[in-house]
């Protein structure tokens, strides 16, 4: 079995790991059991009536924006943990909304391959979006009560909209009643982030993820590296021309905006990339 086939199964069954609470979805309740307290490793939306925990971004926020401005050292340890046991690899294979855009990219029409000028900056944006969305606006952008509000979640993230607000609104009619500008605005940028999904391989984990964002600093100091063998390399760069992560395999193979997918080493005709665990200085294969 290809390398691709295993990630997939394994996608799928994450999803199903962290989206298990099928009452949710036959009751449109949200689960509110004691794993909730917990963070799942990808980004999850607590709102999604199936999710068994806690997206590690608005568990964040939730924290962030209190009256009591804490510090959520819980949270913050739960990401560097994931980041520095597994680095995007979460991305690549744990995260629920990887696997929706891997799914949609499957879809059989012209892609775009969005030109380096522009492809490179926005790279940066899922950072920016990290230090002022999710930190700097709910700790400073308060009501007067001095509470903040869950920016990124709230405004930006399409995630809790597919997982959660379709369902909940679609089954609920008072929720329904209440429909105004915060929930149409959602909807347009769930749509966005879907046709382009289309187009362009994963464009919300390249662009605009924070939770990726936080994971790829850990990408070369996670146990999970990836290594090219310059013995064994050709130079002729069939894994560069497969990553649809555009990342520069020969020059930084575990560059922050590397998912750790394999594609390459699949790609690779010379068994020139190894990947795996590092530990005490061995790799673990």
């Keep these: 079995m290809k390398n691709k086939n295993k990630r997939t199964i394994i996608q799928l069954i994450a999803a199903a790991f962290t989206n298990g609470y099928i009452f949710g979805f036959l009751q449109n309740k949200i689960y509110t059991g004691n794993t909730k307290v917990m963070c799942v490793p990808g980004l999850n939306c607590y709102s999604c009536p199936g999710a068994v925990g806690s997206c ?24 560097m943990l994931f980041g520095v046991i597994f680095g995007r690899l979460i991305c690549g294979f744990l995260c629920p909304f990887g696997l929706i855009q891997d799914l949609l ?43 903040g509000s869950p920016y990124f ?20 009619e ?7 500008f915060l929930f149409s605005w959602k909807m347009g940028i769930l749509i966005v982030v879907v046709v382009l999904s289309i187009i362009i391989y994963r464009p919300f984990c390249k662009y605009i993820c924070p ?42 193979i575990n560059s922050a905006e590397c998912i750790r997918c394999g594609e390459c080493k699949d790609a690779c005709a010379f068994d020139a990339i190894k990947s795996g665990y590092k530990a005490f200085g061995k790799e673990k294969k």
């Excluded at 522009?118 to 606006?137: C, E, Q, S, T």
């Excluded at 979640?153 to 609920?172: A, D, H, R």
């Excluded at 008072?174 to 105004?180: K, V, Y």
């Design 56 to 79: 590690p971004i608005g568990a964040l926020q939730a924290v962030l924006s209190g009256r009591e401005r804490k510090f959520s050292y819980y949270v913050f340890g739960i990401i």
């Design 105 to 147: 990219h499957k879809i059989p029409i012209p892609k775009i391959n969005v030109p380096k000028d522009i492809d490179r900056p926005l790279r940066y944006l899922k950072y920016v979006i990290a230090v002022v969305f999710v930190i700097l606006m709910p700790i400073f952008l308060v009501n007067q009560f001095g509470i």
């Design 153 to 172: 979640c709230k405004l930006i993230c399409p995630v809790g909209t597919l997982e959660g607000g379709i369902q909940l609104v679609s089954t609920n």
């Design 174 to 180: 008072i929720l329904r009643s209440q429909i105004g």
């Design 211 to 252: 939770l990726g964002a936080f994971y790829g600093l850990f990408n070369r100091l996670s146990f999970y590296q990836m290594e090219v063998d310059t013995k064994k390399c050709t130079g002729c760069k069939a894994c560069e021309r497969q990553c649809k992560m555009n990342v520069e395999i020969l020059k930084n």
